[in-house]
């Protein structure tokens, strides 16, 4: 019994030999043939590379100009806006934030 366990499992481990080695072989060949044959290449009849149109893009500035964009008032910042030091507290971190706590 323990005679035939070991040779089936010597066996299952030849039949696992031979598919990686054969998909070594495959995959080194795919390799290889990418490289010295290189990406196809368009026949000259053939529609290859399509120049892209490129569009004109043109911008309309006149409806700057409508009332609409004429009663806008600029905006100013006022000093009634800018927090004071007081309101504004700057709570320091740790000296070195990358220093476990531990």
Do not use: C, H
């Not at 290449?41 to 009332?67: C, F, H, R, T, W």
């Not at 806008?72 to 000093?79: K, R």
């Amino acid at each position: 019994m323990v005679i035939i366990s070991f040779l089936e499992k010597r066996k299952k481990q030849k039949y696992l030999l031979w598919v990686l080695l054969l998909v070594v072989l495959t995959g080194l060949t795919v390799v290889l043939y990418s490289a010295l044959v290189g990406p196809a290449k368009p026949l000259p009849g053939e529609a290859g590379i399509v120049p892209i149109q490129k569009k004109e893009i043109i911008i309309n500035l006149d409806i700057l100009k409508s009332p609409v964009f004429q009663e806008f008032t600029p905006f100013e910042i006022s000093e009634e806006a800018t927090p004071t030091e007081e309101e504004v507290r700057v709570v320091p971190g740790r000296e070195n934030p990358f220093v476990p706590y531990y």
